[in-house]
């Protein structure tokens, strides 16, 4: 306890910034108004027994049997075979949706936006922390590890990464911890803990997604060759064996993988991506989201700026005959190269461009620029205080420019609040949902679990409804109808063949155009 008290007294400062960033991501969580289909698929894949198609069709059923697919019973609580069973047939590993699935049993029955957004906020205390034992192998400026917390926790992206309901947040502080562990294993040889890190943290990213092998693989490369060049090869053997390992240890507790590369549409793309050659647009579009979200639009700037000044550094010290004697050349290229070939290699096999994929690497852009900014100023203005003061400024200018940027947070939502109070206020009892592809179903559950009773059917069974017995006794219900060429004739032949006769428009959501009928 003593320990404790004396980690909190030293550090009181960095654990106040945490904890206000903390409080202002959960004010960001109260604004997220709806969900992506991806994020109601979090809850879906953790919570759904055994099953994870909506392809109940030509029935009425109650939304019990939607509730019951993204939310928990005393029946279905802790039942880690069926998370598993659920990814082996999607296209991910378990470990996340485990989780998800854990906190579900832990609260029977409830289905809401904090049980994701609760794994999110540990995900971010934890890469805080780890943010800045980094920024702490570099400089011994306190300050300058709180500025660089400040600036991935208050960015774009991180707002984003935590407002998003799926593993990212989680794969954040995972690729954080091995590149952590990497960096100390190759400034320390000698402890086994750094390796036994690497093995843990190895087999944690590979059980949450498929793209941490991409970022591990270039690590576990750079700690090789680096090692290698000091003439440690048998440390360097020893890692590479550790993460070796540790990938095999994953494939044998999520043997789906294979399945997932040969026969998944993830898998499917991902290979198709490698295989279709480089794409230059693919790779811009990815530079833009990551300058817009992480450096408020002035990334460019900033990479412009800071390698003129470090050509004119360089100069100095060829010309004064000296030797940079307080920058860690090996552990800075470990967060460099892995960071960009990964990046690169993202850009391509993504099967859309967004930003959600790079989420994982956007904070170790941030500590390449603030590492390189504080070499840089220390450079040239020999005073810790004055480069301290310098990159706050900085920082904050940066930052406080994100935030005219809000609208770039794609994963918000906020008009859904307005949406999804309309069909409250509605208080009907059915609703009726024409699809082609149930699984698009899926977008629109947090909806269609305020009725008592809803009925799929696809375009071909539209006539069916017509002389539907159940629907025949209600004077109104709500219509989701998907997005397609037939869309529009669907209410026509609706209020032409039933005893409806209104059919008014109340929003359009995802895949949907939903209507109020009476």
Known sequence: M?????????????????AVIS???????????????DEVSSYLLSNSYYNIKLNRVDEWLPTSYLYDMVATQSNTAFEYGSVFYNQSQDVHPPLYYSIIHTLSSLFIGTYNKWIGLSVNLLSFIISAIVVYKIISI?????????????????????????????MYFLLTAIQLLLLYVSLKYV????????????????????LTQY???????????????????????????????????SVFTAFYIFPSVFDHVKGSNRGEQVVGGLLGGLSE??????????????FAGYGKVIVFVLLFLLIIISILYIFNRKQVDFFKLEQFILILIPTCL???????????????????????????????????????????????SVLMFLVGTIVMLGFTETDKIEYLYPEMSSNHQKIENLNLNKAVVITDKTFKTKSQINELIEFNQFKQIDFSGVSGLYNDDKLSKENEFVLFVEKNNDSESVENDILENTKFNNCKKLYTHSYFNIYFVS
């Open 2 to 18: 003593g320990k404790i008290k004396k980690l909190c007294r030293n550090n009181w400062l960095l654990i106040l910034i945490i």
């Open 23 to 37: 409080i202002f991501l959960i004010w960001m969580g109260t604004l997220k108004g709806g969900m992506h289909v």
């Open 138 to 166: 570099f400089t011994n400026n306190k300050i300058i590890g709180y500025i660089t917390v400040i600036m991935f926790g208050l960015s774009i992206s991180t707002i984003d990464n935590f407002v998003f309901i799926r």
């Open 187 to 206: 400034e320390d040889n000698n402890h086994v803990k750094y390796l036994i890190i690497t093995a843990l943290t190895t087999i944690a990213g590979g």
């Open 211 to 245: 793209y941490f092998y991409l970022y591990a693989v270039f690590v576990t490369i750079c700690v090789a060759v680096i090692l290698i060049s000091l003439k440690k090869i048998k440390y360097a053997i020893y890692y590479s064996l550790t993460s070796l390992l």
């Open 281 to 294: 647009e693919k790779f811009k579009d990815y530079l833009d989201i990551i300058n817009a979200n992480t």
């Open 342 to 388: 990964s990046f690169f290699l993202i850009s391509q096999v993504s099967p859309y461009q967004t930003s959600r994929y790079i989420f994982a690497i956007t904070p170790m852009f941030i500590l390449v620029v603030l590492i390189l900014s504080q070499f840089v100023f220390t450079s040239l203005l020999k005073n810790e205080v004055l480069v301290s």
